[in-house]
């Protein structure tokens, strides 16, 4: 659509939403329209640039050269446009507007939820929605637009997002005091060989390092339970029954729990903050940043 030969900023919008979408079904749902509607807007949009912004290959439409162009320009300049007009129209300085957070479930707990309190409490135009999935889920999100912010393990850089790195964690056994007492401060798997254990499954890239870490040092653990859940092995630990091999991080204000470090060269991961490569960071975001990067100094 063209008024006075000037592109209408709906056009642009459902653009941007349309670039980092999976296709036209998903796009149009995020958008309340109808999937001709959106077609047609599109059609309007190429039109108005005189340049084609999307192309066939195969059955999937993609962005042509001058569409990458075209989102890489446009995007930060419509989020700005946005930030602005929401803040004028809440008279306030202060972060406004909707900020969507994915986490992994160990991250959400100790580091995002924290985060999230501290920055509604200071900035009550916010509203945040989180979402804990995998990293794998995540990724797919951010590169989509369903999330703007994504706190997970640093295994999944990609051309379209940036990252920052926030802490190292090692991985440890966890266990009561009294069932861990009988270990050195620093532990290696050969020493914990005949421990009766609680593990990851082998789906969890965690349990794959540790799998790797064992074939390296010529150990096998034995894994008496294996669960899906960062929170089911913390919950397993607890019990006292059994020890349990996982992230320290989950047990972090957990008080009946210790966490004792293992040695190995494959058993660590850095917890990362990730956000869309060119997107338009918005108060929220990096207040929300700033905040999770002062947490992550406790750990």
Request: hydrophobic share 40%; charged share 20%; with cysteine.
């Amino acid at each position: 659509m063209l008024i006075n030969n000037r592109i209408d900023l709906r056009l642009l919008r459902s653009f941007i939403v349309l670039a980092k979408s999976t296709g036209y079904v998903k796009a149009a749902e995020i958008l309340n329209l109808s999937q001709s509607a959106l077609s047609q807007q599109m059609s309007d949009l190429t039109d108005a640039l005189g340049q084609n912004i999307f192309e066939k290959i195969g059955r999937k439409s993609v962005l042509t050269s001058f569409g990458k162009n075209l989102l890489s320009q446009v995007e930060p300049i419509v989020g700005n446009l946005d930030e602005v007009l929401l803040t004028l129209r809440n008279n306030s300085n202060k972060a406004a507007g909707v900020l969507s957070i994915g986490a992994t479930n160990t991250y959400l707990k100790a580091l995002v939820i924290p985060a999230c309190i501290d920055l509604f409490l200071t900035n009550p135009e916010i509203k945040i929605t989180l979402k804990a999935g995998s990293a794998k889920n995540l990724i797919d999100d951010l590169n989509e637009g369903g999330i703007d912010i994504g706190i997970l393990p640093d295994d999944y850089k990609t051309q379209n997002l940036q990252h920052q790195f926030l802490f190292r964690e090692h991985f440890s056994v966890i266990g009561k005091i009294e069932n861990l007492k009988k270990f050195p401060n620093k532990i290696n798997l050969k020493m914990i060989e005949e421990v009766e254990l609680a593990l990851l499954n082998k789906n969890f890239l965690m349990r794959q390092k540790i799998d790797f870490q064992c074939k390296s040092d010529g150990v096998s653990l034995n894994a008496r339970l294996e669960v899906s859940s960062m929170d089911d092995l913390i919950q397993i630990a607890k019990t006292g029954k059994v020890i349990v091999i996982g992230s320290p991080v989950a047990c972090y204000g957990e008080q009946d729990l210790v966490s004792l470090e293992i040695e190995g060269n494959h058993l660590s991961r850095d917890a990362t903050i990730y956000w869309r490569q060119g997107a338009h960071q918005t108060i929220a975001m990096k207040n929300f940043i700033q905040l999770v990067i002062e947490k992550a100094n406790h750990f």
